[in-house]
């Protein structure tokens, strides 16, 4: 069965650069969401997406935006990187109507700044 | 992970039984998760319960809910050594995304 597909899957960038993760749902997924997971932490909600507007809003910094295209794949767009940006960042998926709330993890994208 | 607790280690033997408990505070959550996360990689879904719900048995795992405590937990019987891994509870706190525990590492003895 095909899965949540999340590139690149390591990233390493220096301070004050910009980084681009990308990730694709399962299909007929409608909802796509993003974690940010530091070391020896638990994930923590970033923003989410449903039908390509925006539907929820965490922690994420004012540095990061993220957006959902018409194929429903999703980009989190990060700028001037900080040290404490190194993490694993989880997106993962969901159809909206599932009775659940199940949401679907890809592998992660870890992120290295340095 | 501030509104969900969950113990920081747990240790068993393999063959024996784990237990790994887990405290939420927003009983207006419907569904409760517990997702298992191995070294370096991505969460894989183990099982849910629905909060009317509670018991639920899945091959190996069983999750028992109070809610009149807001205490959830999941026993994997016969645990191996592929049980060895870190793992979540988590809820949905009224929206849809989710909020995790800190997560329990579990080690399996040989």
């Known amino acids: 069965a095909a899965g949540v597909i999340q590139s690149p899957r390591h990233l390493i960038k220096e301070k004050r650069e910009t980084a681009t993760l990308k990730c694709y749902p399962i299909?007929?997924?409608?909802?796509v969401y993003w974690y940010q997971q530091g070391p020896g932490q638990d994930p923590q909600f970033l923003i989410s997406?449903?039908?390509?507007?925006?539907?929820d809003k965490g922690s994420i910094p004012d540095r990061f935006s993220a957006q959902q295209f018409s194929d429903y794949h999703s980009e989190l767009n990060m700028s001037s990187l900080e040290l404490g940006d190194s993490a694993l960042y989880f997106c993962?998926?969901?159809?909206?109507?599932?009775?659940?709330?199940?949401?679907?993890f890809g592998p992660g994208t870890r992120l290295t700044v340095t | 992970g501030e509104d969900v607790e969950q113990s920081l280690f747990l240790s068993v033997r393999e063959g024996d039984s784990s237990v790994i408990n887990c405290t939420y505070t927003d009983s207006s959550s419907t569904y409760l998760y517990w997702y298992k996360q191995e070294p370096g990689a991505g969460l894989q879904l183990l099982t849910y319960?629905?909060?009317?719900?509670d018991m639920k048995q899945d091959q190996r795992l069983t999750v028992l809910l109070n809610k009149k405590d807001k205490h959830l937990s999941l026993r994997i019987a016969d645990t191996q050594t592929g049980d060895s891994a870190i793992y979540f509870c988590a809820e949905v706190p009224g929206s849809y995304q989710l909020t995790f525990g800190k997560g329990t590492k579990l080690s399996v003895i040989p």
């Open positions: 997406f449903y039908e390509k507007m925006q539907s």
């Open positions: 319960i629905f909060s009317n719900m």
């Open positions: 993962a998926s969901s159809p909206r109507l599932a009775d659940n709330y199940e949401q679907y």
């Open positions: 299909p007929r997924h409608d909802t």
